[in-house]
């Protein structure tokens, strides 16, 4: 029997968005993955979240519901390796983006990731390729980093945020479920406080929880 390819793609997720299908999308097909592991990271340690993981969870179902592969679920980790080595997994494929890469020496433990998991780093055309060679050049494995490309969208989870708080549309910026729920929970709505000049509504009204 032919081993399992097995793909794992984290993050927030605070919205998911049109990049993170699209990136999964590509890489599930560059690496012929059987499985792809999405996770949503809980407490991630990097940033801060607008809501719960719950929520984002939900979201995040939606949003790779067109992937057959796509298994989606909680991250208790906040940190790649811990979740990495808690997974135990023969040999995976850790997909991210060209960003996280270059910021792979600010994580925990980046020889020990690699160690656990191979990368599949998605660039787009334009990005530095200097910046990812730098990195690769510090590292121990460098056999174990492939690079992939994938069409540049350019959206990101906090540019949505503050398009919804202003307001503003953001058709085409995530998938289009993903866009009415976001709608029908009224999320990351700005609402006036005056201690605090307003803030993000980062959780649903009462009676309006995701089923």
């Known amino acids: 029997m032919a081993a399992v390819s097995v793909g794992i793609f984290g993050g927030a997720f605070d919205p998911p968005h049109v990049g993170h299908v699209e990136l999964a999308r590509v890489g599930t097909e560059r690496f012929e993955l059987d499985r792809l592991l999405v996770r949503v990271v809980e407490d991630p340690g990097h940033k801060e979240v607008s809501t719960s993981p719950q929520i984002r969870l939900f979201l995040a179902e939606l949003?790779?519901?067109?992937?057959d592969e796509a298994e989606i679920s909680l991250d208790p980790f906040p940190r790649t390796v811990d979740s990495l080595e808690a997974l135990a997994l023969d040999d995976p494929v850790f997909l991210l983006g060209a960003d996280e890469f270059a910021a792979l020496s600010s994580w925990k433990d980046p020889e020990r990731v690699l160690a656990l998991a191979r990368l599949g780093v998605a660039t787009r055309p334009g990005f530095a390729r200097s910046r990812l060679d730098e990195v690769l050049a510090g590292l121990e494995r460098p056999d174990r980093v492939t690079f992939f490309e994938i069409e540049p969208l350019p959206v990101s989870s906090s540019e949505?945020?503050?398009?919804?708080?202003?307001?503003?549309?953001?058709?085409?910026?995530?998938?289009p479920?993903?866009?009415?729920?976001i709608d029908r929970l009224e999320l990351y709505r700005r609402v006036d406080r005056p201690e605090d000049g307003g803030m993000l509504r980062g959780e649903p009204t009462e009676g309006t929880t995701p089923t």
Do not use: K
């Open 63 to 67: 949003a790779f519901a067109p992937l």
């Open 177 to 181: 479920a993903v866009r009415a729920e």
């Open 160 to 175: 949505i945020r503050s398009r919804v708080a202003q307001g503003q549309p953001i058709d085409g910026l995530v998938p």
